[in-house]
């Protein structure tokens, strides 16, 4: 069973709420990853977790909020996003061991009014 | 650091015409290639995954792809396309001891029935 879960499927949200996006996995896997993906663009690194530690940042702004509670559960909580952080947003996992392979999640789409 | 490059944007096919997807990779050793493929506001979806040994490599779907080290080189190919694998394909690459992927920009690939 290779699947990645993600919750919600869409979200709307104003400029000054607070909501958050699950990811989820039972695979056993290690290594747990946010990216954001822009329409018709590639998917852009946020975050990387390994082991249940942060191990990436990309530089994303203090908005956007990362926490992984367990090694099966990713979140990314949302605060005072703005409308350019409109996307699709994916969550992926793998074991985290060399040579390692990312299994993407189906996303969800936010639009941020 | 590594980079790819996937230098068609849009490839048309006719529904039965064999294909070809191009990806050009740069990295110092050799890397860890992967083709994914992306419906319409969907997740990423791994087709096939070379890491090393046998250099043509077969995936999901009835795709392939060819590591030609020489041309720096990761092609993806199918003798027949379906009107079902019109989507967005992505060529990834990641660094050994790693886990961070590197996206070529994609290809739009359209199947004419």
Redesign the interface.
């Known amino acids: 069973d290779t699947e990645v879960t993600q919750t919600p499927k869409h979200l709307v949200m104003g400029m000054t709420n607070k909501k958050s996006l699950k990811c989820e996995q039972h695979m056993g896997h290690r290594a747990m990853y946010w990216y954001k993906q822009k329409a018709k663009k590639p998917p852009e690194l946020m975050f990387v977790y390994s082991y249940e530690k942060l191990s990436i940042n990309e530089s994303v702004p203090s908005r956007f909020s990362p926490e992984c509670p367990n090694s099966s559960l990713l979140n990314l909580h949302l605060h005072a996003l703005q409308p350019e952080d409109s996307a699709l947003y994916l969550c992926a996992s793998s074991p985290g061991l060399a040579p390692d392979t990312q299994y993407f999640g189906p996303g969800t789409r936010l639009t941020v009014l | 650091a590594q980079s790819v490059t996937q230098p068609d944007i849009h490839i048309t096919v006719s529904e039965g015409a064999s294909l070809e997807l191009r990806c050009n990779y740069s990295y110092g050793a050799t890397p ?1 290639l ?1 083709w ?1 493929v992306q419906s319409p ?6 087709l096939l ?1 070379y ?2 040994g046998d250099t043509l490599v077969q995936g999901i779907k009835g795709f392939e792809a060819e590591f030609k080290r020489s041309q720096s080189s990761f092609n993806l190919r199918k003798p027949s396309v379906h009107w079902s694998d019109a989507a967005e394909y ?1 060529c990834a690459v ?1 660094a ?2 790693g ?3 590197t ?4 290809t ?1 690939l359209k199947v004419e029935l």
Do not use: E, H, V
């Open positions: 860890y992967f994914y506001g969907q997740g990423l979806q791994l995954k890491f090393s992505f990641g050994r001891g886990n961070k992927l996206f070529g920009t994609g739009q």
